[in-house]
């Protein structure tokens, strides 16, 4: 059973281009969250969905940035037009329930994509 | 003031020591998870506590609710201890967002 999945995990854009960091969560597991790590600072969290629903994204840069899981597939972080402010580590958790009710579910995180905007 | 604080910022120690970071929270908590961070890795989840006491092999957590309070200490430590460990509480309104301490940077020495 592998864990959480991220890939890449190191990506270099120049300023302007796109980024698409993936993520495929455990196996079984429909609830993903996305996490941004700025350097020097804590984790932040960006947004948090369910399979083809985005259920919170309050943490989401209002421009460039969008999130999605499809149905089939990994859930995608996607950021348009990079900027160097958007140099970072992004990690993604998965958990089987959602965090929100039963306080003994575990979320399980990848091993992040490092984000370079050169 | 940020809602999840730890101490210290940054730990250095020899071998076989023993090892203890601190978290304060400021608001109502569900759950706290203590995870660790490899220069350069992922992050892997230690533990998660609503309550009590958990211990897993050199590592043991503690939880005090009503002080909102929580310990990571590790025992006889290692040099491959040596890593970020940070605390992360679930915000009972709020669970889903987890809110993450800065992270306190531990280094053994040999």
């Known amino acids: 059973n592998a864990g959480v999945m991220q890939n890449p995990r190191h990506l270099v854009r120049r300023r302007g281009q796109e980024a698409r960091l993936r993520c495929s969560p455990m196996k079984g597991h429909s609830h993903v969250y996305w996490y941004r790590q700025l350097p020097e600072e804590g984790l932040k969290f960006m947004v948090y969905?369910?399979?083809?629903?985005?259920?919170?994204e309050s943490g989401m840069p209002k421009e460039r940035f969008s999130a999605e899981f499809p149905k089939e597939g990994p859930s995608i972080l996607r950021i348009q037009q990079v900027v160097r402010g958007d140099s970072a580590a992004y990690f993604c958790?998965?958990?089987?329930?959602?965090?929100?009710?039963?306080?003994?579910?575990?979320?399980?995180f990848g091993q992040g994509t490092r984000l370079t905007v050169v | 003031k940020n809602e999840v604080e730890q101490s210290p910022q940054n730990l250095t120690a020899q071998e076989g020591e023993f090892i203890t970071i601190n978290c304060s929270y400021s608001v109502g908590i569900s759950a706290l998870h203590w995870l660790q961070q490899h220069p350069g890795g992922g992050i892997v989840s230690l533990f998660m506590l609503s309550s009590g006491k958990k211990k897993h092999g050199r590592l043991i957590a503690t939880i005090n609710i009503q002080e909102k309070h929580s310990s990571l200490h590790i025992t006889a430590s290692h040099p491959r201890d040596s890593a970020v460990y940070i605390c992360a509480v679930r915000i009972r309104e709020r669970a889903q967002k987890l809110v993450f301490g800065q992270g306190t940077r531990l280094t053994i020495n040999p």
């Open positions: 969905l369910q399979k083809e629903n985005i259920i919170d």
């Open positions: 958790a998965s958990s089987l329930r959602p965090l929100t009710g039963d306080s003994n579910t575990e979320a399980f």
